[in-house]
């Protein structure tokens, strides 16, 4: 007489396995996230089998030569330098990004320019019927690329198509969380179906030599749905950001055991489908030559491309007991800091003024070198003085006021010579490559000296 299958009560957020059900898990505090789900067994394709015995390996030194991973384009630039400069063979990648981001139009159209290039891509979609994904072949004026298309969500039959035929190179599933196994008795979506439909992709892809692209939704905070163990699978994991009011989308790499891991790709959603944006510094500057004060330009690194944005600021009087302070791209505990060191180390309070503070073009900056730009796009708000329009600023400021200094300070200037400005404001210290800019450099020690030279200019 066969065991019957023994259940678990498993959060759908983290993880986490209990023995029994609570409205609340004890693990990441999120609520009503606990499923039960049945262990039916090792995942399909895994080759875990009861009866499987180990066996020695072969022990290697770390000392000898080894070839860089090999690599085909994607034939789109933006998309390459994310990857870090094109897919790698036999890899697995999870992409993510809100609904109607574009994540369905970029892999349709990376599938298409890898099938015109001659090599073999196969599309899985579990989401949409085969006339949805043509229709929208169509519109992208791509429908006569030769993809394997094919609407699918039993893992078993998606592996048994790929056995059939040639080996392909890439293979696109959208999306992991609508994949199921037959031996697990659980819907799909939970933490056992995406777990298990994904090993048995990623064993596919090792084993093949494909490479294996997959979408996976998103939770309201952000994050790509279930738990993080999906993200410590796959080698690259990408995340699709950008406003659905804004034309711009933001291709970023928060993991790539392949390449750099903070690398951004820029794309503009045009009728055609996303196009690439070679230069994203004059996209995210907007209109260089207003007067309006509190308009700052800073010069940011993301990954190993220099990109300059614009900030802008905007202080008004306030009626409020307590003033209100919104940060649109920025890190709103960083504004906060960022205005105290004003009030305690350069006398300059905002403590009757609502503060607002944007990153133009929708980017969102995560670095620190940012505060010397917001600084001065506050400063510039509040006493009324526009800052010059070719002027940049970079430049991390401590708790003591003092304007720290920058990684990657040359390739900075080196972007804002190239877009025709002429002066930088930047750190005192830090190594600068002698003869590599005709910039006028303006070196600050301390913040309040940028703060003197504003109310001087009343």
């Not at 209990?18 to 996230?33: I, L, M, P, Q, V």
């Not at 940060?327 to 609502?354: Q, T």
């Not at 600050?444 to 940028?450: D, F, G, I």
Request: aromatic residues 4%; charged residues 20%.
């Amino acid at each position: 007489m066969a065991k019957a299958a023994k259940s678990a009560f498993v959060c759908q957020s983290c993880g986490t396995t209990s023995t029994r059900w609570a409205g609340k898990c004890a693990a990441c505090g999120e609520w009503n996230t606990i499923v039960e789900e049945t262990d039916a067994g090792p995942p399909p394709g895994s080759g875990i089998t009861k009866a499987t015995r180990g066996r020695a390996v072969t022990l290697e030194s770390l000392a000898g030569s080894t070839a860089e991973a090999p690599r085909f384009s994607t034939g789109n630039g933006e998309l390459d330098r994310v990857t870090g400069g094109g897919i790698v063979p036999g890899s697995a990648l999870l992409i993510g990004g809100e609904p109607g981001i574009g994540k369905s139009t970029l892999l349709l159209q990376l599938t298409a320019a890898l099938a015109r290039a001659g090599r073999r891509a196969v599309y899985f979609s579990g989401e949409e019927a085969t006339a949805q994904v043509r229709l929208r072949a169509e519109r992208l004026g791509v429908a006569d690329a030769p993809v394997a298309l094919a609407a699918e969500t039993n893992v078993a039959n998606i592996l048994a198509t790929l056995a059939d035929g040639p080996r392909a190179d890439l293979v696109v599933v959208d999306s992991i969380q609508t994949l199921w196994a037959d031996a697990l008795d659980a819907a799909p979506g939970t933490v056992s179906q995406v777990r298990a439909a994904t090993q048995s992709l990623i064993r596919h892809a090792k084993t093949q030599g494909s490479a294996v692209l997959l979408v996976g939704h998103v939770t309201k905070d952000g994050n790509i749905a279930g738990p993080k163990v999906i993200e410590h699978m796959v080698d690259t994991v990408l995340y699709f950001e950008g406003d659905r009011g804004h034309p711009y989308r933001i291709l970023r790499a928060v993991k790539n055991r392949f390449g750099a891991s903070d690398e951004i790709g820029v794309f503009e959603m045009a009728g055609s489908g996303l196009r690439e944006v070679k230069n994203p510094s004059e996209l995210f500057l907007g209109e260089r030559n207003s007067k309006a004060p509190g308009l700052a330009v800073f010069a940011g690194i993301e990954g190993t491309r220099p990109i300059l944005v614009e900030v802008q600021a905007l202080v008004a009087p306030s009626g409020l007991g307590t003033p209100r302070r919104a940060v649109v791209g920025w890190d709103g505990n960083r504004l906060s800091m960022l205005l105290a060191v004003l009030d305690a180390r350069c006398g300059v309070s905002f403590a009757s003024h609502d503060v607002y503070l944007n990153v133009a073009g929708g980017l969102k900056i995560v670095e620190p070198a940012c505060d010397l730009a917001a600084a001065a796009a506050l400063l510039s708000s509040l006493s009324g003085v526009a800052l010059p329009p070719d002027d940049v600023y970079f430049g991390e400021i401590s708790l003591s006021g003092a304007v720290r200094p920058a990684s990657h300070m040359t390739a900075r200037l080196k972007e804002a010579q190239k877009l025709g400005f002429a002066r930088a404001v930047v750190p005192a210290s830090g190594e600068i490559e002698k003869g590599t800019t005709k910039l006028r450099l303006d070196r600050l020690q301390h913040l309040k000296e940028l703060a003197e030279r504003l109310s001087s200019c009343k």
